[in-house]
């Protein structure tokens, strides 16, 4: 129950910030094999503005919430971490659907993006809807995400197209 209740607050600081956003019925990218551990050259203490994130090897704590760990075969609600190319890819799961946050690592900080479905965005994703299955989830009359489907290509797409913008900056504290 901790987790879940974690998963919904990290989505929530994150993702309801914007109008609308994206999520995901899977953990992303699709066929990446997850990774068990944090890479070491991010284990630490981190600081922005707001927050502080501390991340260990298998686990991390952000706004001082409760202990969020990551492997390979965590059973919901869970966090699953991935990598593809240059990105580390956070799902975490809130019932039947994954908030995914991409970021990236540099020696002295992590940044963080997540989904900001400005209107141009939402054109992107919209020509996206042919060859991806996709819903849009309405409340209150206003359309509030979308949940999508997409196969590890689509996702490298999305990410080369902007649909994930930067939005939080960590740096390193020790």
């Known amino acids: 129950m901790r987790m879940r209740n974690f998963a919904i607050i990290f989505a929530l600081v994150f993702v309801l910030q914007s109008c609308s956003s994206i999520s995901f019925t899977?953990?992303?990218p699709e066929d990446t094999p997850p990774i068990q551990e944090f890479p070491e050259k991010i284990i630490g203490r981190f600081l922005n503005q707001e927050d502080t994130l501390v991340i260990d090897r298998t686990s991390?704590?952000?706004a001082d919430g409760d202990i969020v760990s990551i492997s390979?075969?965590?059973t919901p609600p869970g966090a699953v971490l991935k990598k593809m190319d240059e990105?580390?890819?956070l799902s975490i799961q809130d019932d039947t659907q994954w908030w995914v946050f991409p970021f990236k690592i540099s020696k002295d900080r992590i940044t963080v993006y997540y989904s900001d479905m400005e209107e141009d965005e939402q054109k992107v994703i919209e020509n996206f809807?042919?060859?991806m299955e996709m819903q849009k989830i309405f409340k209150d009359g206003k359309l509030a995400?979308?949940?999508i489907s997409p196969s590890k290509r689509q996702f490298a797409?999305?990410?080369k197209k902007g649909i994930f913008s930067e939005k939080k900056i960590f740096r390193r504290i020790k």
């Open 157 to 159: 797409q999305l990410l």
């Open 60 to 62: 991390f704590v952000f």
């Open 129 to 131: 809807k042919e060859n």
């Open 26 to 28: 899977n953990a992303q």
């Open 87 to 89: 990105w580390y890819v």
């Open 72 to 74: 390979g075969d965590i």
């Open 145 to 147: 995400y979308y949940l």
